[in-house]
C-alpha cells in the first residue's frame, strides 16, 4: 500500500483543519490506520488510531474531543478532522497503515508503511 497525506496549512489557534490520506488500495477490514505527529527536534508521537473495521479508534489524551478519525471506504481514505487547534499541535502529521495488534496502536513500530507528512501550523 502507498499512503498520500494532505490538508496541512496555518490556522490561528481555535481553528479546524482536516487532514486526508489517500490509500492505493483498500484500508477497510485490512489495515489499522494511525496519525503521528512530529515537532521539530522532537520523536513521532501518537495522536489517532482506527481499527480495521472502523468499529474502533484511539487517540493520545491531549486530542481527546478535539480530534476524530474516520475513514471513507468508497475513497480508501483516511480523514483526522482537527478542530480548536492549539500552538502545541503544530508540527509534521503523517498517516500509517499497519497490521498491529491493538496493545501497538500507539507505537509507529505498529505500522510498515507510512505517508510522506504533512505539515500544521497553528499560530497563537
Known amino acids: 500500500v502507498q499512503l498520500q497525506a494532505s490538508g496541512g496549512g496555518f490556522v490561528q489557534a481555535g481553528g479546524s483543519l482536516r487532514l486526508s490520506c489517500a490509500a492505493s488500495e483498500r484500508t477497510y477490514n485490512k489495515y489499522v490506520m494511525g496519525w503521528f505527529r512530529q515537532a521539530p527536534g522532537k520523536e513521532r508521537d501518537f495522536v489517532a488510531a482506527?481499527?480495521?473495521?472502523?468499529?474502533?479508534?484511539w487517540y493520545t489524551d491531549s486530542v481527546k474531543g478535539r480530534f476524530t478519525i474516520s475513514r471513507d471506504n468508497a475513497k480508501n481514505t483516511v480523514m483526522l478532522q482537527m478542530n480548536s487547534l492549539k500552538p502545541e499541535d503544530t508540527a509534521v502529521y503523517y498517516c500509517a497503515a499497519g497490521n498491529t495488534i491493538v496493545s501497538q496502536v500507539r507505537y509507529p513500530s505498529g505500522y510498515h508503511t507510512w505517508g510522506q507528512g504533512t505539515l500544521v501550523t497553528v499560530s497563537s
Open positions: 482506527l481499527s480495521r473495521n472502523g468499529g474502533s479508534t
